[in-house]
C-alpha cells in the first residue's frame, strides 16, 4: 500500500492580493520567473536551493522548494535490530586485503515492507539567500533525492500564500508539483470551463489550472494526464514537474519561455548522473552541472531513474523565444540558442551606435542593464564609456517591481549621478529598453541638475508599443511610453535634446539575423512589431463579451 504524505511549513503571509469574480486577478502586473529541478542527487533541496540564487534576477518577491522523499521503516531503526533477513552480505577479495561490505538492497526485504513517500514543501516570501540558507530550517526539512524550485515574480494572483510556487496535489495517480515560468493566454477561459466542472480552486494562478486539468483528465497514466493537459493550454511558459518517480520538463510549443538540460555526472560510471533542469545556463554552472541541451520548443521530457525520455505532443513549429530574453531578463553569462546574452546586448549597443550616431563627451549606461549596450556603443561609435550613473545595488530592479509606486520610489534610491563625471558635459544615456519611461525621466533629471551640458539618450531595442501575454511585466498599452506617444512627444516628456531607438532591422542583425522578416520572424518580437506567435484567447473573448455587452445595451435601449 502507498504511503504518501506531505509536509508543509509556510511562513505567515498576509493576503494582500484582490479577489475577483472569475478568481484569477488580470489586473496585476505580469512576469517573468525562474524555474530549477534536480532528480537522482542526494542533496536535490540544496543543489535547488542555488539554482534559484543563480535566478534570482528572475523574480525576488517569493521563492519556493518542494522535495520528494522516499523511505523505508528499517531504514530508521538501529542497524544491531535490524533482521538478518533485510541484509545482503558480499564478500569482496582484492590484492590487498578481503573487505566486508554490507548493502541494504530494497530488493530483498520482504514484500510486506513499503516504502514511506514524503513531499516536503517550504514557501517563503523574499529572496532565496534570505529564506534557504545552508544551515536554515527550510532547507533542512526539504530532505529527499528529487526537488523543483520556483522564484516568483508575481502574475496572476498577487503574492499570498496560497500564490506562491510549486504548487502541490495529491491526485488520484500520486502526487504531483508544478513550478511555471511564463503566463497562460488561455487560462481564464479553462478555468471557467473547470469550474463548471465542479473544480474547486485553492489560488488564483494560471499554474493551478494545469494540475486541475491532470486531474479531470481521463488518461489512465501520470504522464498522460499532463500530456492531455499541455496540450490545452496556450500561451508561453516553461514547467518543472515532480512526482514520485519522475521530474518533467516542458516548453510551450514557440519556445518562447527558455528552459535547458544539464546533468551532474557521478564518479561511478555506472550509475546514472543527476539531471537538472533550470530557465538559464547559468543556473547550471552554479550547482556545477553540464550543459546538455536546451529543451526543444513543443518539447516534453520525462526524467526518471533510466534518464531522460524526450515527447513531442504538438505539430512542429518553428521557435520563437522570447526577444525580451536576449535584450533584459537573462542574466548577461547565460547562453541562449549558442548566443552569449553579453555579446548580444554589447552588439545591439553597436547596432545603435550605427543607427543614431551623435557628437557628445562621453557614453553614460544606465546601469546594469545598458552596460553591454553601452560599451558596444562607445566602442562603435569612439566616444568614451564613463559610468555617469552609480548604482546602489541594493534596491531591487524597478521593471520587477509589483506596482507603479514601489517602481518610482525606487528610481531615486537607485541611481545617483557622478558629478564629476557629467558636470558641463555631453552626455549619451544608453538603455535597454523603455518600457513606462518611469526610470527614464528620472535619470534625465538627474543629469540635468548634476550640470550636464547636454542629455542625449540611445534605447538599444525598438518602441515597445504592444503588451505581452507571456510573461513579461507589461500587461496594457496604457502604461507603455511608445504606444502613446510618438517621438517627438517622449523626447519632450523625458526632456532630453535627442532620442533614438534601436530600429527592428538592427535588433534582428544583433541577434544574428540577416534581416527581419515580417511574413517569418525569428523571435517573439510582438512587443514591438504586434505579431504575436499564438492566439490571445482569454483577451478575444473578454473582447467578445464587452461587445455583446453593447450590444444588448442598445437593443435593451431601443
Known amino acids: 500500500m502507498r504511503n504518501e504524505t506531505m509536509t508543509a511549513t509556510d511562513t505567515p503571509i498576509a493576503e494582500t492580493d484582490v479577489e475577483t469574480n472569475s478568481g484569477l486577478e488580470t489586473a496585476s502586473l505580469r512576469h517573468k520567473c525562474g524555474v530549477f529541478g534536480v532528480f537522482g542527487h542526494k542533496d536535490a533541496s540544496i543543489l535547488t536551493a542555488l539554482g534559484l540564487h543563480a535566478l534570482q534576477h528572475r523574480g525576488q518577491e517569493a521563492a519556493g522548494i518542494v522535495s520528494f522523499e522516499r523511505t523505508y521503516p528499517t531504514d530508521t531503526q538501529n542497524e544491531k535490530s535490524r533482521d538478518k533477513a533485510y541484509k545482503q552480505i558480499r564478500q569482496t577479495t582484492t590484492a590487498e586485503k578481503g573487505r566486508l561490505e554490507v548493502e541494504y538492497d530494497a530488493t530483498d526485504r520482504p514484500s510486506e515492507e513499503k516504502p514511506i513517500e514524503t513531499f516536503h514543501i517550504e514557501r517563503r516570501l523574499g529572496l532565496v539567500g534570505d529564506n534557504f540558507g545552508k544551515d536554515g530550517d527550510a532547507i533542512k526539512g526539504l530532505k529527499g533525492s528529487a526537488a523543483i524550485g520556483h522564484n516568483r515574480y508575481s502574475t496572476s494572483g498577487g503574492v499570498a500564500q496560497r500564490n506562491i510556487q510549486p504548487i502541490f496535489a495529491d491526485l488520484k495517480l500520486g502526487g504531483f508539483a508544478v513550478a511555471h515560468n511564463g503566463n497562460l493566454t488561455n487560462a481564464e477561459t479553462l478555468w471557467d470551463s473547470l469550474m463548471q466542472k465542479g473544480a474547486i480552486f485553492q489560488s ?42 519522475k521530474l518533467i520538463g516542458a516548453r510551450d510549443p514557440w519556445g518562447i519561455r527558455p528552459l535547458i538540460l544539464g546533468k ?31 529543451i526543444e520548443n513543443g518539447e516534453v521530457v520525462v526524467i526518471t531513474k533510466n534518464g531522460p525520455k524526450s515527447h513531442f505532443p504538438f ?91 514601489a517602481r518610482a520610489g525606487s528610481v531615486t534610491r537607485k541611481h545617483a549621478a557622478n ?45 515597445i508599443k504592444h503588451p505581452d501575454f507571456y510573461g513579461v511585466d507589461m ?13 517627438e512627444e517622449m523626447t519632450q516628456w523625458l526632456g532630453v535634446d535627442s532620442l533614438g531607438f534601436l530600429s527592428i532591422e538592427g535588433f534582428y542583425r544583433a541577434l544574428g539575423e540577416e534581416h527581419y522578416d515580417p511574413e517569418n520572424p525569428k523571435f517573439a518580437d510582438h512587443c514591438f512589431t504586434n505579431n504575436y506567435p499564438t492566439v490571445l484567447t ?16 442598445r437593443n435593451r435601449d431601443n
Open 204 to 245: 488564483k494562478m494560471d499554474t493551478e489550472v494545469i494540475l486541475q486539468l491532470a486531474a479531470h483528465s481521463k488518461e489512465s497514466n501520470t504522464i498522460d494526464r499532463f500530456l492531455d493537459a499541455v496540450k490545452q493550454i496556450e500561451g508561453g511558459y516553461a514547467l518543472v514537474c515532480l512526482t514520485n518517480k
Open 264 to 294: 551532474i555526472p557521478n564518479s561511478n560510471p555506472d550509475i546514472q548522473p543527476a539531471w537538472v533542469l533550470a530557465s538559464e545556463s547559468c543556473a547550471l554552472e552554479a550547482v556545477g552541472a553540464e550543459t546538455v541541451r536546451e
Open 315 to 405: 505539430p512542429k513549429k518553428e521557435p520563437r523565444p522570447c526577444a525580451f530574453e536576449y535584450l533584459y531578463f537573462a542574466r548577461p553569462d547565460s547562453i541562449m540558442h549558442g548566443k552569449s546574452i553579453y555579446e548580444v546586448r554589447e552588439e545591439l549597443g553597436r547596432q545603435l551606435a550605427k543607427e543614431h550616431p551623435i557628437e557628445a563627451d562621453l557614453v553614460a549606461p544606465v546601469p546594469d542593464g545598458g552596460n553591454p549596450a553601452g560599451l558596444g556603443y562607445a566602442e562603435a561609435s569612439g566616444i568614451p564609456f564613463k559610468f555617469g550613473i552609480i548604482r546602489n545595488h541594493y534596491i531591487g530592479r524597478t521593471f520587477i517591481q509589483p506596482t507603479q509606486d
Open 419 to 463: 558629478l564629476h563625471l557629467v558636470k558641463g558635459k555631453r552626455v549619451i544615456l544608453v538603455d535597454d529598453s523603455i518600457v513606462r519611461g518611469t526610470t527614464s525621466k528620472a535619470i534625465v533629471a538627474m543629469m540635468r541638475n548634476a550640470g550636464a551640458k547636454e542629455v542625449h539618450f540611445r534605447v538599444a531595442s525598438p518602441p
Open 475 to 487: 500587461p496594457t498599452e496604457a502604461e507603455l511610453l511608445a504606444a502613446n506617444m510618438s517621438i
Open 538 to 553: 482569454d483577451k478575444r473573448n473578454a473582447a467578445n463579451k464587452v461587445d455583446q455587452q453593447s450590444i444588448f445595451s
